[in-house]
């Protein structure tokens, strides 16, 4: 996955500054999950050394202003 570094990034873990961006649906229960109704999107940051995974309830497009503000 060819993706451009949007973000300030810094693994917290292994001190690496590649990583991979992505977004996960989610269901809350099986009634949800059946009807595909109300699933949840979070965003994720995966470190690219030692896989450490970061997970945001932001959508994908605002992880950048985010996460940059946060790491100032």
Known sequence: MNEVQILRYTC???GNKQY????????????????KYHFRIF?????????FTEIF????KMI???YNFIAK
């Not at 965003?43 to 896989?51: D, L, M, N």
């Open 64 to 66: 950048g202003e985010v």
């Open 20 to 35: 991979t961006i992505g977004e996960m649906r989610t269901f809350g229960n099986v009634w949800e999950a059946m009807f």
């Open 12 to 14: 917290p873990k292994c």
């Open 57 to 60: 309830k932001i959508p994908k």
């Open 43 to 51: 965003t994720y940051v995966s470190c690219k050394k030692c896989q």
